[in-house]
C-alpha cells in the first residue's frame, strides 16, 4: 500500500522559505511522475511542480525561479524548497505521486489534472503573512 506524507509545513513572513518534504513508503520515486500541488480555501487544486523518473521538472509560472521541486537518491522522498514565500502562497500543499504519461506535453498536462494521479499525502499547511 502506497503512503505518501508530507512535513516541513508552517507560518512564516512574506519573502521567507520552506522545504517540504513527502516521505513514500511502498512507492519507489522512479516509477512514475511525482509532483506537489496545493490548495488555498475556496479555490481548485492548483499544479505547482513536476518531476518525472529522470529527474526533469516543469513549474507552474507563478513559482519559477523560487521553488525548486528534488527527489533523493534513493527515490523515497520528494521535497519542495520554497523560497521568497508570498501571501499569495498561502494554502494547504500536497505531495502526489504515480501518474503514468509520456509525450512532450506530459509535463504541463499533469500539473493541469490533479487526477491523473493516485497516490495522495495527507497535505501540509503553508501560511505566509505580509
Known amino acids: 500500500q502506497v503512503q505518501l506524507v508530507e512535513s516541513g509545513g508552517g507560518s512564516v513572513q512574506a519573502g521567507g522559505s520552506l522545504r517540504l518534504s513527502c516521505a513514500a513508503s511502498?512507492?519507489?520515486?522512479?516509477?512514475?511522475?511525482m509532483a506537489w500541488f496545493r490548495q488555498a480555501p475556496g479555490k481548485e487544486r492548483e499544479g505547482i511542480a513536476v518531476i518525472d523518473r529522470d529527474g526533469r521538472t516543469t513549474y507552474t509560472e507563478s513559482v519559477k525561479g523560487r521553488f525548486t521541486i528534488t527527489k533523493d537518491s534513493a527515490k523515497t522522498t520528494l521535497d519542495l524548497q520554497m523560497s521568497n514565500l508570498q501571501p499569495e502562497d498561502t494554502a494547504m500543499y500536497f505531495c502526489?505521486?504515480?501518474?503514468?504519461?509520456?509525450?512532450?506535453?506530459?509535463?504541463?498536462?499533469?500539473?493541469?489534472?490533479?487526477?491523473?494521479?493516485?497516490?495522495w499525502g495527507q497535505g501540509t499547511q503553508v501560511t505566509v503573512s505580509s
Open positions: 511502498g512507492y519507489t520515486a522512479s516509477s512514475g511522475w
Open positions: 502526489a505521486a504515480g501518474a503514468l504519461a509520456v509525450g512532450p506535453a506530459a509535463a504541463s498536462l499533469l500539473l493541469r489534472r490533479p487526477s491523473v494521479f493516485p497516490h
